[in-house]
């Protein structure tokens, strides 16, 4: 039993040991803490929105830029569909 217990410990350890190892999340400036609801991107390009905003990074996401400024006030971007250099973004305001 104690045999058992010990190769579990080590699994689980082991486990989560190398899951952390492996993180591929990395915070990035440029969004201005804004929080953001929906995510789009081809290769380099990624587009994400939020609160009256939508952003677009051409480099995997390390630099962001606003490309949206005339969305309407209060609006939320939910949905986004992008093919090259378009970008269509769906909204709650209506």
Do not use: C
Request: no cysteine; proline share 3%.
């Amino acid at each position: 039993m104690m045999l058992f217990l010990r190769f579990h410990v080590l699994v689980i350890s082991f486990t989560f040991l190398v899951g952390s190892a492996y993180a591929q999340w990395v915070q990035t400036p440029g969004t201005s803490g804004k929080d953001l609801f929906a995510l789009s991107g081809d290769g380099p390009n990624l587009f994400a929105g939020g609160l009256d905003s939508l952003y677009r990074s051409t480099n995997y996401g390390m630099t962001w830029h606003s490309v949206a400024t005339d969305l309407p006030s209060s609006s939320v971007v939910i949905s986004l569909l992008n093919s090259d250099e378009t970008v269509i973004a769906g909204t709650d305001f209506w």
